[in-house]
């Protein structure tokens, strides 16, 4: 097999990547490096543990992390791998407690991941060594984000951006009004490659082409998005306009805002276009726009006046990886009064349902020894970008 600088210097500007980045575990293990622990990810929204020793565990792939809220409400994360022997401490998925014994030998932590106890040590043992290994904890716009990284991407430019994007949408104060986890058989960069561009929806999704204007020529988007940003700063909200894109060369952390119009007559992501739960944030009324962030190599966001999308992308195996969608609400809002959950999921079930037909569709391809990437349209810009932004931190020095 060629070096993986080979294949860097081989890549073709314009065109996809080859077989390789899909297929080699040794690849995958550089993503895991070079990606997933030097970027920041978004686990879930800070409302499902509301209060103090509230706490849940998170998978990603070969690592398992516990997020809990301590006594002063502030929200810490933390590797659930005893420093004895290694056992996971925690072995429940969600639930209240303000320490963790190990299973296997009784070490305790406290929830904020120091080590309380340790059986029968010497006298000269020092506890505050062996505390479990604590991740950098982020909370913006309501979102909580994690880093396993040493020296994390700098998150504050972030932070202002989600401010004035999720902010504008009342994502402090929304809630989980539902979560549903999808397993794709595919290399974890053939299911961002596909979110990222809307080349496919034409073909793929009838259903979401009805209402959103994405999978039409620019000039037709464009014509659109001015009559939408007009509506939005009418509304007196002020949400970030046009494409902004942060790179993550200078250590921040990569963000892409950027907003696009749905259809005349359309007001939200659902079934028929109309409404699905209460106005959040500072819209007052409907602004027929829609927010898409990106955010990192994992974490992609969409916000609609009425309720909000949290995209995680997981990545468990060389050929296999995680998704997690999580739909927001405004935080008071009660489901068969305010929203109907079937009505409110809809759209997002039966368009990633079509995706993960395509994105398996794609994996099975792609193992074919013959699969050469061809061209990448002009529709598929962001995954250019994507995939552009991808070899770039690839090649990077190893941390
Ligand atoms: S492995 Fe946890 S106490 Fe021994
Ligand atoms: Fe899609």
Known sequence: MRTFDQLIAAHRAGHGLVRPFYMNPEIFERDMERVFRRHWHCLTHASVIPNAGDFELFRLGDEAVILTRVADGTIHAMLNVCRHRGAEVCTVQKGNATAFVCPYHAWTYTNDGSLRAGRMMPKDFDRSQHGLKKLHVRVAAGLVFIS?????????????????????????????????????????????????????????????????????????????????????????????????????????????????????????????????????????????????????????????PDHGLIYRFIPQTVGTCEMELIWLVRGDAVEGRDYDLARLTWLWRVTTAQDKKIIEHTARGVRSHYFVPGPIAPMERNELRFIGWYLEEMSRAAP
């Open 148 to 304: 396993f990284a040493d020296k994390p991407l700098d998150f504050e430019p972030v932070e202002r951006s989600l401010r004035s994007s999720c902010g504008q949408y009342g994502w402090a104060d929304a809630k989980v009004a539902h979560r549903e986890t999808y397993s794709f058989s595919a290399n974890w960069k053939l299911a961002i490659e596909n979110y990222v561009e809307c080349y496919h929806c034409g073909p793929a999704h009838p259903e979401y082409s009805k209402t959103h204007s994405l999978k039409q020529p620019s000039e037709t988007i464009e014509k659109l998005n001015l009559s939408m940003e007009a509506r939005t700063s009418a509304l007196g909200v002020h949400i970030i306009s046009g494409d902004h894109w942060q790179h993550s060369a200078a250590g921040q952390e990569a963000i892409d805002t950027f907003r696009y119009a749905l259809f005349d007559g359309a007001e939200t992501g659902s079934e028929d276009g109309k409404p699905v739960a209460p106005l959040m944030g500072g819209f007052t009324a409907y602004d027929g726009g829609v927010t898409s962030i990106h955010l990192g190599g994992t974490t992609f966001l969409i916000c609609y």
